[in-house]
């Protein structure tokens, strides 16, 4: 029927075609059309049929011919081909631009020029990635604000409109008790005159019978009974009849109340309470190492990791493949933190050495680098996103302090006492920035009977904003101890409790939102945290203290809402 095109159907998960248990399906040959997994790529399908194209699943459908780098003319002499790439300069030549400009100048082959290019894009397309995961991340705190906001306007507008109603119920309640008590009083009060009135009537009568007795007695003709009576009248006129006292008691009178703001109630500002944060984690992969425990972890661009073991006395490079780890190369050295530069070699820290040193990515020769914090040793080495490279270290007598040193090896700020003049850290185990300009320091104290620690977190202008030193939930029985540390894509940091095997989120100024317990997901002993390019979170683990064998594990995982 002409419609059945337009159906669309579900996809179904596909396994890989060489293995067919693998799911993640990464390649496909374009020679003979099998999907596979890396392993099968690697290990099955390239052994096998290596003339065939193979190409990432996610190409599939692109151009695929081949490159061709031998004809491409030069801008500059039209009638030659370029037939080198010169580095200095950055540009295609050709055999004239070589004798002319470019002899001395550092020449590559095209196809090489070409892959060294599509390299440096790739990067640019992972440092666009995390961008975009910030912004993402950013956009959605935001919204979870506004969200906040919304419900805290509407609380509060509801808040006023019920405190309005309580404010009428009690003013209504108090004028009908003001206006009972002012008839209660009036009643009394009048209840007296009224008695006073009649008192003084019965006085005014008396006194009015007693007048009009005289002035009959004054109009009588008889003499003789006149003289007779006469001193009785008298008398009785002397008698003074009793004139009930007037009262003097108050009376009432109203003042009105000021209406003012502390008796209605007023806005405050605070701060917006954070929404509730869910944080989920699960297993991608979990991969056995032959160490005794991952103190340190750096994943590479390339997708291989720089793991260290101080106790083994090793840093090895690994590339996972499958579920296993293939060892790319192994360096029998103490390290105290490592980080990866833009330029992917590695920076690290060797016991015994006054300098940092750097591993190249291509070569795997170690020099010394010009980053320094003598007298200090370095314990811990974190790379801002702007490269800046900051430093901890500690003293064998205890205090420690952090630097800031940009490329050229100056110590841009030395962070080493408070404002009271205090220690600001004890041992700086691992160290990470958040977008802010904060810098997020996991201390440990090198008392062995403390075996505590916490997070001291440096405001911009390198005071001390906030100190955490673990929950009273979560290290109720077992003291906070922060080996790990590391900067989430929501700009929240994310610590590893060693001693309660608890990943404690905390937001960008070092307050806690929440945790996981990683034991949840069979994950034990976390040691080292480190994010991956592409936004997952790999776990270094220590072995069992009761263990013998180098059995640490690391565990890349994805971990969301944080």
Not at 4 to 22: A, D, F, H, M, Y
Not at 124 to 149: M, P, V
Not at 480 to 485: D, K, L, M, N, Y
Request: glycine content about 6%; some cysteine.
């Amino acid at each position: 029927m002409a419609f059945s095109k337009s159906v669309i159907r579900s996809q179904i998960p596909i396994n890989c075609n060489l293995c067919e248990t693998e799911k993640n399906i990464k390649w496909k040959c374009l020679t003979c059309g099998v999907l596979m997994c890396s392993t099968c790529k690697d290990k099955i399908h390239l052994r096998i049929a290596k003339d065939h194209k193979v190409v990432d699943i996610k190409n599939v459908g692109l151009p695929v011919e081949e490159l061709d780098f031998t004809n491409i003319k030069c801008k500059e002499h039209s009638e030659q081909s370029s037939c080198l790439f010169c580095t200095k300069c950055d540009k295609l030549v050709c055999p004239t631009c070589v004798s002319k400009v470019h002899k001395k100048h550092d020449l590559t082959e095209i196809s090489d020029a070409y892959n060294l290019k599509i390299d440096k894009l790739k990067k640019g397309q992972s440092k666009l990635q995390r961008e975009k995961y910030e912004i993402i991340a950013t956009k959605d705190q935001l919204n979870q604000f506004q969200k906040s906001e919304n419900s805290n306007y509407a609380k509060v507008s509801t808040d006023i409109l019920n405190h309005e109603k309580v404010l009428k119920l009690a003013v209504k309640e108090h004028i009908a008790k003001l206006r009972n008590e002012l008839d209660q009083n009036h009643k009394a009060s009048s209840k007296v005159n009224e008695e006073s009135i009649k008192a003084i009537s019965k006085s005014e009568r008396q006194i009015e019978e007693k007048y009009s007795d005289v002035q009959d007695f004054m109009d009588s003709t008889d003499i003789s009974k006149f003289f007779q009576n006469v001193n009785k009248i008298e008398k009785s006129t002397e008698l003074s009849i009793p004139k009930p006292e007037i009262s003097h008691s108050k009376t009432l009178q109203f003042i009105p109340g000021v209406v003012t703001q502390s008796n209605i109630g007023v806005l405050q500002s605070v701060d917006i309470p954070l929404p509730e944060v869910k944080v989920s984690l699960s297993i991608v992969n979990q991969y056995q190492t032959n160490l005794s425990a991952v103190t340190y972890l750096s994943p590479c661009p390339d997708d291989s990791l720089w793991i260290a073991c101080n106790p083994d006395v090793v840093l090895q490079k690994v590339k996972p493949e499958g579920t296993n780890l293939k060892t790319i190369s192994t360096f029998n050295i103490v390290i105290y933190g490592m980080a990866i530069l833009a330029s992917d070699n590695l920076l690290i820290k060797v016991k015994g050495k006054t300098r940092l040193q750097m591993i190249s990515s291509s070569t795997g020769k170690v020099t010394d680098c010009v980053y320094d914090i003598k007298p200090f040793i370095a314990t811990a080495i974190h790379i801002t996103s702007g490269g800046q490279v900051i430093v901890g270290g500690g003293t064998t007598e205890g205090g420690g302090a952090v630097f800031v040193i940009n490329k050229n090896g100056d110590h841009e700020a030395v962070y080493e006492h408070d404002k009271h003049n205090q220690p600001m850290f004890s041992y700086p185990r691992s160290i990470t920035t958040t977008s802010n300009s904060n810098i997020h320091v996991a201390d440990l104290n090198i008392h062995p009977d403390r075996g505590s620690g916490r997070v001291v977190v440096l405001g911009q202008a390198g005071d001390v904003i906030n100190i955490y030193d673990g929950d009273t939930d979560i290290n109720k029985k077992k003291p906070f101890r922060p080996t790990g540390i590391v900067t989430t894509p929501r700009d929240n940091v994310i610590v590893a409790d060693l001693n309660t095997d608890t990943l404690h989120i905390l937001n960008n100024s070092g307050h806690l939102i929440t945790y996981i317990k990683t034991t949840d997901n069979g994950i034990e002993l976390s040691y080292s945290l480190a994010f991956s390019q592409t936004g997952q979170l790999f776990i270094g683990c220590s072995k069992h203290v009761r263990s013998t064998e180098k059995e640490a594990k690391i565990y890349q995982v994805n971990i969301s809402g944080c």
